[in-house]
Structures are given as C-alpha cells and as structure tokens.
C-alpha cells in the first residue's frame, strides 16, 4: 500500500520492524511542516517583493528602514501586528461558517503543492494523475470563497464571493484546455514525468514545440490571472467597488490566511506553468545544474514577478469583459490550440517542426528584450526624475 515506505523499512536498519504505515504518516507529516514553512516564508518574500515592485513603477522606493537591506523585515513586522490583532466576527454573521471560510481558502492554496516536484525527486506524492488532481484541489478555494461572502452578512463581502465563483468557475475551463495541449504529446499527467520529457535543452520545452503549445502557455498564464484574482481580473476584490470584497469583514490570523493564500496560489500556477511548458527542474542547455530546485522555483518566480507587473501597469476589466474574454476568445482559442497541436505532432515533418521551434524561440526573445528595455527605460526615467527634484 506503501511501497516507498516499505522500501524504506527495508533499506534503512534504525526502521526494521516499523510498521510501513506509520512511518508514510510521519513522512507525510514531515512533507506538511516542510510545506508550510516553505509557503510561509514565501508569502512574506512575495508580499515584500510586490511592494519594491509597485514601488519602483510608481517612482517610489518602498520599504526601506526594517531589517536594514530594502526593508526586508517589513514584512515580517506586519505579520507579527497582523496576528495580534484582536479578532472580531460580526454580530450578524453566522459564526461556523465565518471560521471555516478562511481554512478552506488556505487549505485549497496549500494542497496544489503536494504533488509539486520541486526537483528531480523532490516531491511529496507523485501521483500518475498529478495534473487532474492539481487542477481538482484548486477549485476548493472558490467553496470558501462563498462561504466568506455568505456568513459575513455583508453586502459587499456576498457580492465579492459571487464575482468569484462565477470568475474562477469560467476561468478553470481554459485553465484545464490550454493544460491538454500539451498532454497528447507527453502520454502522461505525472507532473514528474512531464518535466522528464522535457529533459534536453531550451529546444525540448513544451512551449517552443510546436506554435499550438506556444498559444496554450499564454492561454494558461492569462487564465490563471483570473484565477487568482489578479489585474486586470481583480473584480472579486475592486477596492473601489467593493470595499475588500469577499473578506471585508475579516480581521488578525483569519485575514492573513487569504492573504497567504493568494500569494501561494499565484507562486503554485506559476510554478505549474513552470513545469508544464518550460521544463521544471531543467536548465535552458539540458541538465539540472547548478540545482534543480532553483531552476523550478526562479522560473515561478519570474512569472509571479511579470503577474507584479501587469497587476501595476493595466487598469481593471469590468464584468461583462471579463467574461467575454474568457467565454468568448480564450475559451475557443483553446480548442483550436488542442486540435493544432496534436496535428502538428501527427503530421508536421521534422525540418517544419524545426524551423518552428528556432521561429518561436526568436520570437521569445523578442519579446524578452523588448520587456528588459521597457523596464530599463523606466528606471532610467525614475532616476533622471529624482535627480531633478533633488531625492
């Protein structure tokens, strides 16, 4: 039942005689703390990493005093006044369900990761339906979504949770297509497995093997957007619309469960489209080195900072565009890129397959130098506006 477990009795003398299942539970207990503390630490490095970020695109400089270096511990004082703030549950809400929302919100967040590889065998559970069962579990966040909105009593919060589920349930359907583009071509949903495919160099990614999967990978990351509620698809959470949205109501450690929920849902599509379409543990030249793991978690990372980026630079969609869009383009879009990419690894021949992948890395990189001097050219600028007024 456990063979991993019971490989490990096996092999490792201080266990002989343990019984199998308990020594799974405790490593499934180990694989949570390590989870958790990973997550925790990452939501406080994310929160501080959009503050420098929304910072330097408005001109400013952003934390800069706590913990010395850019402020790193700013972050960190907020958490520690967050959670001990008193804790207040409206007179009119109804209580349970009030308590439950944000553990379910959390939940959700935290369970995507336990089918995440890392590296090349760092992973909690590899499971052979480890795709179905990510985009499974991610839906459970849209349950406590609308339980907060329900038992908060408050008009604003009720209207922010039925924005929600209405977003993310339209939204996981291009999610889950641009996802199949590329599952004709690996044979598997082993997110493992799907990395090892990739195994071999920039060329081998799934993103640059055929136009189809190039399309999917853009589908995917601009659903995701929606999905994690991020601009230009925050109508959940439209501060001026809607005070807070689903947790205006909510105060202290319940708070800042969503919180740190958001930022690990935006780190775990993130590193998702990572491992799907730009190779995971993989270096760009083949290989692993200098550590799979920092290959993973820099690629999700990189792709969190471009989500920073649109969320400063683009205004918010109103409703009925966001659901055209999704309805509409993206949705269609992804039938299209399903059917063309399985064609294209049918029949396409290789010296077409070839020009293909060096055609849409060129333009990739394209796209990459025209993102580094968009971004230079504004720092540029906000340095030659300083010096004018003396900062």
Same mark, same amino acid.
């Given at each position: ?281 993989? #270096? +760009? ?5 200098? &550590?799979? $793991? ?5 690629? %999700?990372?990189? @792709?969190? !900072? *471009? ?40 029949? #396409? +021949? ?5 020009? &293909?992948? $060096? ?5 990739? %990189?394209?796209? @990459?130098? !025209? *993102? ?20």
């Amino acid at each position: 039942m456990y063979p991993f477990a019971e490989e490990l009795v096996k092999t490792v003398p201080l266990l002989d005689g343990v019984s199998p299942t308990l020594v799974a539970a405790l490593l499934g207990i180990l694989s949570g703390v390590i989870i958790l503390s990973y997550l925790s630490i990452l939501a406080m490095f994310l929160i501080w990493m959009e503050r420098k970020v929304s910072a330097h695109m408005q001109d400013r400089v952003g934390p800069m005093r706590v913990g010395g270096w850019h402020g790193w511990a700013q972050t960190l004082a907020d958490g520690i006044k967050l959670l001990l703030k008193e804790d207040i549950i409206p007179a009119a809400a109804d209580k349970l369900l009030f308590k439950l929302a944000p553990l379910i919100v959390f939940m959700g967040a935290i369970a995507v990761w336990v089918t995440i590889p890392f590296g090349r065998g760092l992973v909690a559970s590899d499971l052979n339906i480890g795709l179905f069962y990510i985009l499974a579990v991610s839906s459970l966040g849209v349950i406590g979504i609308l339980m907060a909105g329900w038992a908060s009593n408050n008009k604003w919060a009720l209207l922010g949770a039925m924005r929600s589920a209405a977003q993310v349930v339209s939204y996981e359907i291009p999610v889950a297509l641009a996802l199949l583009t590329v599952i004709p071509l690996a044979g598997t949903l082993s997110m493992s497995e799907l990395t090892a495919d990739q195994s071999g160099g920039l060329f081998r990614w799934y993103i640059f093997r055929n136009p189809f999967t190039f399309l999917g990978f853009f589908i995917y990351f601009i659903s995701t957007l929606a999905e994690v509620n991020r601009t230009p698809f925050d109508i959940p959470e439209a501060e001026s619309e809607l005070v807070a949205g689903y947790h205006t109501e909510y105060t202290g450690m319940r708070f800042s469960f969503f919180f740190i929920a958001e930022y690990a849902s935006m780190m775990a599509v993130s590193v998702v489209a990572a491992i799907v379409f730009l190779g995971g543990w993989e #270096a +760009p030249w083949g290989g692993s080195f200098p &550590g799979g $793991v920092l290959w993973t978690v820099g690629k %999700g990372l990189a @792709l969190v !900072f *471009l989500q920073m980026w649109i969320r400063w630079t683009l205004p918010r969609l109103r409703v009925d565009q966001l659901m055209y869009v999704g309805w509409k383009v993206l949705t269609p879009a992804c039938f299209v890129a399903i059917v063309g990419s399985f064609v294209w690894a049918q029949l #396409a +021949p290789a010296w077409l397959a070839m020009v &293909g992948t $060096v055609g849409l890395m060129a333009f990739s %990189g394209i796209i @990459l130098l !025209f *993102l580094l001097k968009t971004a230079a050219e504004g720092l540029m600028e906000g340095r030659t506006q300083r010096a004018e007024y003396g900062a």
